[in-house]
């Protein structure tokens, strides 16, 4: 799995530099990303899956943006990736409380964004990969409490309406098209580990 999603995250790589913009704009993010999670968390156990979850939220966010889509070959083995690092930081700090909340809580968000996807199929808004996503951030929100879910969702939600707000307001988003979910999900999962 470590193996498949370093390929995808390489493929990722080669489209990024394609677009110097875009691929300064990015690292940019990842590098403010990782020096606020490293400053929020500390050197800990723990701070190696959020470091894992920071990549992959801005590389998941970024692509979102640009083809409205959140490709499986990345956010699948990170789930995987995530939880074996959860796993780890249980067992070396002997929380296993924390892992199994953790995973309660992923499966509960994604169930969550799951009926709210078949809910507002018609729409768009929200897609399977939005779904696949929430799994990995609730992971990370998981872990750290249940606060931490309910503050990533309201943020997440919050952030994408003022945005679709101003992107209608500016003429650059047509009444009835969807604002992708994805870069919303993760800037609210990111914030509520920072402001908490």
Not at 68 to 88: G, Q
Not at 109 to 135: E, H, P
Request: hydrophobic residues 60%; aromatic residues 10%.
């Amino acid at each position: 799995m470590v193996g498949r999603l370093g390929r995808a995250l390489a493929a990722y790589r080669e489209r990024i530099l394609d677009r110097p913009f875009v691929a300064i704009v990015t690292g940019g993010v990842l590098v403010v990303v990782e020096g606020a999670f490293l400053w929020r968390l500390g050197v800990h156990a723990q701070l190696a899956p959020y470091l894992c979850f920071g990549l992959v939220g801005v590389v998941l966010a970024e692509f979102d943006l640009s083809t409205r889509r959140i490709p499986n070959r990345i956010v699948l083995p990170s789930i995987v990736l995530e939880l074996a690092l959860f796993a780890v930081a249980s067992d070396v700090d002997r929380h296993w409380h924390l892992l199994a909340r953790a995973v309660i809580a992923g499966a509960l968000f994604a169930t969550f964004l799951f009926v709210l996807d078949l809910a507002s199929r018609q729409r768009g808004g929200i897609g399977g990969g939005d779904v696949k996503a929430a799994a990995l951030i609730g992971l990370a929100l998981g872990w750290l409490g249940w606060t931490f879910i309910f503050a990533g969702v309201l943020l997440a939600f919050f952030l994408q309406l003022i945005s679709g707000q101003i992107l209608r307001m500016s003429h650059r988003l047509q009444r009835g098209e969807a604002v992708p979910m994805g870069p919303y999900l993760f800037a609210g999962a990111v914030l509520a580990i920072l402001l908490s």
